[in-house]
């Protein structure tokens, strides 16, 4: 048998376990500034032409570890939207994808546990979603504590690892990259 290069490893360390769950962790890509005019409604604020440059290669990057989601969850916000069907778009097989109102800022990550878990036959699952409730959720999936800094820069995304879902332990952080990284990796 071949040895598995790094990528796949990382890609996928649950591979034994058929209850293993795997949940990638995305912040939207870099969005038009609040202050532009005729987006006066924050929902709306989409992409800007070169945070849909960077989220492409950011999405070649996620491909490039072998990270190939069955389904994809995103915040209804526009951006978050968009940033959502760039990695879809990236991807060899059409994914499904939802729009969950528990991603949409300052919601309840409980409600966001309990969404994810109706849908038990999805075990590696996208996120895309907004901060600084990402790096909350991140923080309290690995039971990291309520002062670390695990901060998402647009674009970035990390991969957390469980036995199953939804968690009944800490999960395990497989990788954390920031934008710059998953760009030079596409």
Known sequence: ???KTLAEEK????AKNPEAYELCIMRH???VARDTGGYADDSKRPLTPVGKKKMKEIAAGLARLGFTPDWIV???LVRAVETAEIVADSLPAKTPMDFCEELRPGASP????AYLAKRSNSKRVLLVGHEPDLSQLA?????AGRHAN?????????LISFTRFPPQTPGQLVWWLTPR???KLA
């Open 74 to 76: 995103t915040s209804p």
């Open 1 to 3: 048998m071949a040895a």
């Open 11 to 14: 890609a996928s360390p649950n």
């Open 110 to 113: 409980d409600a966001l546990i």
């Open 29 to 31: 890509g870099a969005a």
């Open 181 to 183: 990284v998953l760009r």
């Open 150 to 158: 695990l901060a998402f820069k647009k674009g970035g995304c990390c």
């Open 139 to 143: 923080t309290r999936l690995i039971g």
